[in-house]
């Protein structure tokens, strides 16, 4: 009882923010989530594309088909536009759930904290998680985390489903900076976490599998494909680096995590990174991209770049000749790449179909059936969700006593400490000659 006291009372001091969220007592109204195809509205619900009889992909293409060509421009970024005519709001592909639902950036951000719901529950850094080598309770953690997302949509605090999460960059080298938001340095592990984290967040049974139509109850995104885990060092950039990676180290320990994320877990999103592999920027590289995770491990979901991965092909890598060839090297149907964190493609995509570059009815329209078809197995377009599965959920699912009891108990499960009875360490630099 003195350690439980002790963890809470440490947990209230360090994580006032996010974790033992208050929720006002005073606030009782509810602002309506947003969604479209709206059975009142009758200038939409006559939409094929608000048909839910229909399969995911007519519905998908259909709507795809109903956008004028600024109005597809404006759906390939984070921050997609509302298109008022159709009924559509505005939604955000950017948020964050790395160890609990959280925003992004101030300004951008699909989830979004007031005085009605502050905060989400907070888990201890994935470091540590991964630490405790179970993977259910990773699993029930990340459940907490969906049905979380679902109660603040409830509430009217989201605007958009998709997180960047989970990170499953294989952290070997302490100069990254960033290695507390990953698993750790072993592939075996960093993809039973990926698996456990994705069928959790995404409403997926502990075994997989019961998510044959589709449906997700939030969508989650491996990053950083790949080969990705350096800030800035020595005069190197995260956004200019070079992995020069061998085929054998790309198979056997960078890519397992997001082959077994995707064909496993089955993750509705990827996020391509910024650096080269082998002289070429993951953002466009067909091999990676379309022949490797669309092809050969049969990924069906959107892929997202970094933030401004884009803008850098032609700003900071020299790679593209021109903002039109960035855009086009990116979109092109033979790439693979479908949403930009940035607004690159909103500003130069209309210029690179004016000159030829890209084609809207075969790049931008596969682009965004991939966004559109996420969205909708989100539920987004199947009318008021309050009358949907996930419907019922509200601020009392958000930091709830039972949340915070598991969040304790992962803090308490990834503690590890060593036995030091024969007091071997710390090693002695005059007797100890080589370590096996």
Known sequence: MALKNAMILLCSILLPIFFNA???????????????????????????????DLPIEKRARDLVSRLTLDEKISQLVNEASAVPRLGIPYYQWWSEALHGVGGSTPDQSGV????????????????????????NLWYRMAKVMGTETRAIYSEGQVTGMTFFSPNINIFRDPRWGRGQETPGEDPFLTSKYAVSYVRGIQGDSFEGGDLKDGRLQASACCKHLTAYDLESWNGNSRFTFNARVTKQDMVDTYQLPFKRCVQEGQA???????NFVNGVPNCVDYDLLTNTVRGEWGFQGYITSDF????????????????????????????GMDVECGSYLANHTKSAVEKGKVSESDDIDRALYNLFSVRMRLGLFNGNPSELPYGNLSRNDICSSEHQELALEVARDGIVLLKN???????????????Q
């Open 308 to 335: 401004h991965a884009v803008e850098h092909l032609y700003e900071k890598q020299n790679y593209s000749k021109s903002p039109e060839d960035a855009v086009a090297d990116v979109l092109k149907s033979d790439t």
């Open 268 to 274: 509705s999103g990827i996020l391509c990174a910024y």
């Open 22 to 52: 208050e929720l006002s007592a005073d606030s009782n109204k509810q602002t309506l989530p947003p969604f479209s195809c709206d059975s009142t509205n009758p200038s939409t619900k006559s939409y094929p594309f608000c048909n839910v």
């Open 112 to 135: 979004s904290f007031n005085e009605t719901i502050k905060a989400a529950t907070s888990f201890p850094q994935v470091i540590l998680t991964a630490a405790t080598f179970d993977a």
């Open 421 to 435: 009875s024969a007091n071997i360490l710390p090693l002695s630099k005059f007797k100890t000659k080589f370590l």
